[in-house]
């Protein structure tokens, strides 16, 4: 029975009945699909970075998600956090972001991950 199951599992991938939805992206060929714009404040409980994502695609982005890196004076990465962006963000408009961090020299924002959204048709990009 196991051997069934995954025979038809391998068949349906190869046939392209089950399709994948994380893709793999070089955070540079991002940079034609999204912007962030961002900055650090001062919150009761310390520091937060919040700012907005820019999607510039075709399609509206779902699922996207943040990598925030604590950088040292070197430049080096302290540490790593990751934040949702609340809801989809819309094709040519943007979506509002915040999260709370930890004290650090300085910080990096990037794209870590997004699934396009399928706007009503019969699959995403």
């Known amino acids: 029975m196991r051997r069934l199951v995954s025979t038809m599992t391998l068949g349906l991938v190869l046939t392209g009945w089950v399709a994948a939805s994380a893709q793999m992206?070089?955070?540079?060929?991002?940079?034609?699909?999204?912007?962030?714009?961002?900055?650090?404040?001062?919150?009761?409980?310390?520091?937060?970075?919040?700012?907005?994502v820019y999607n510039f695609g075709a399609q509206n982005a779902d699922h996207l998600r943040l990598q925030i890196d604590r950088l040292d004076s070197a430049g080096g990465v302290v540490g790593t956090s990751t934040v949702w962006v609340?809801?989809?963000?819309?094709?040519?408009?943007?979506?509002?972001?915040?999260?709370?961090?930890?004290?650090?020299?300085?910080?990096?924002?990037?794209?870590?991950s997004f699934d396009w959204a399928c706007n009503g048709g019969s699959g995403g990009m």
Do not use: H, T
């Open 25 to 52: 992206w070089a955070p540079e060929s991002l940079d034609r699909f999204f912007r962030l714009e961002w900055q650090v404040k001062q919150a009761r409980k310390g520091p937060m970075i919040e700012g907005y």
């Open 86 to 112: 609340l809801g989809e963000v819309p094709k040519n408009n943007r979506a509002y972001f915040g999260a709370s961090v930890g004290d650090a020299a300085s910080y990096r924002v990037q794209v870590l």
